[in-house]
């Protein structure tokens, strides 16, 4: 059984830093993509980041430069961290996984992440300005 577990949210000021992590139990694949969606107050869920398993990153256009997704593959926990955050990054945070696909062969972003099988509870992040 898949189970994924967020931690690492929180409240920060404007500027400040977040890491996020999440802990993948039950999901030990060769092949895979794992993500990071965020859903604020009144607005559709939206793709953050993601890793797959060849190492490979994709970021939205509002966090690059900002965000970075990392796995430890030894630990079996992703993480973002999150740098220079501002008012509109305030939102509850989902980590998600799905098994056979990579950036390359997903279009992990369209439909709010509908291609992804399995989702963590989600962490709550908020930055105050």
């Known amino acids: 059984q898949v189970q994924l577990v967020e931690s690492g949210g929180g409240s920060v000021q404007a500027g400040g830093s977040l890491r996020l992590s999440c802990a993948a139990s039950?999901?030990?694949?060769?092949?895979?993509?794992m993500g990071w969606f965020r859903q604020a107050p009144g607005k559709e869920r939206e793709g953050v980041a993601a890793?797959?398993?060849?190492?490979?990153?994709s970021y939205t256009d509002s966090v690059k430069g900002r965000f970075t997704i990392s796995k430890d593959n030894a630990k079996n926990t992703l993480y973002l961290q999150m740098n220079s955050l501002n008012a509109e990054d305030t939102a509850m945070y989902y980590c998600?996984?799905?098994?056979?696909?990579?950036?390359?062969?997903?279009?992990?972003?369209?439909?709010?992440?509908?291609?992804?099988?399995?989702w963590g509870q989600g962490t709550q992040v908020t930055v105050s300005s």
């Open positions: 998600a996984a799905e098994r056979g696909y990579t950036i390359a062969t997903m279009a992990w972003r369209v439909n709010a992440g509908a291609f992804f099988g399995y």
């Open positions: 039950g999901f030990t694949y060769r092949r895979y993509i």
């Open positions: 890793i797959d398993s060849d190492g490979n990153t």
